[in-house]
């Protein structure tokens, strides 16, 4: 029997011999399984695959975002110290047309920058620890769904 007769019932056999020629096997995940169990498995080991990195995405997209506020909070204040220096080389402060202080609003700013940051930095919590709880949840039922097909 000739070469070209031996894969004529065996689709990827043209696509492994080309791979051959070139040094190369064929990647596993290209090759195609007809045990369900099989893809079950490999589709549970992805599935754990995806919610870690999920987990790990949403992290560093948390220290970015923390990184971020740190950046513009220490602009801020090196603003603002410019600004107390430059009034306090004027003598006086400066009133509006209304007749407040220039300063007034910037006497409760570093409180509202706080407040801001506190909220920010809880939501970021929140969303981290549900993304830990659904990874933990996913794996669990991606273990649970190992060991049930192990046991038959």
Do not use: H
């Not at 007769?5 to 070139?22: C, F, I, S, Y």
């Not at 498995?41 to 695959?49: N, S, W, Y």
């Not at 080389?89 to 506190?118: F, N, R, S, V, Y």
């Amino acid at each position: 029997m000739s070469q070209e007769n031996m894969g004529a019932g065996d689709p990827l056999a043209m696509l492994r011999k080309m791979w051959g020629n070139m040094g190369l096997n064929l990647p596993g995940m290209v090759v195609p399984t007809f045990d369900c169990e099989e893809l079950e498995k490999r589709i549970a080991d992805l599935k754990a695959v995806e919610a870690w990195l999920s987990m790990n995405l949403s992290m560093l997209q948390m220290t970015i975002r923390s990184m971020e506020m740190q950046n513009a909070t220490l602009r801020t204040v090196k603003v603002m110290g410019e600004m107390a220096s430059n009034a306090a080389e004027g003598g006086q402060a400066k009133t509006d047309a209304t007749g407040k202080e220039a300063g007034a609003e910037a006497q409760i700013w570093p409180l509202m920058l706080m407040q801001q940051l506190q909220e920010y930095m809880k939501r970021q919590a929140d969303a981290a620890t549900e993304a830990k709880d659904e990874i933990k949840a996913k794996t669990a039922q991606a273990g649970a769904t190992g060991r049930k097909k192990d046991a038959k």
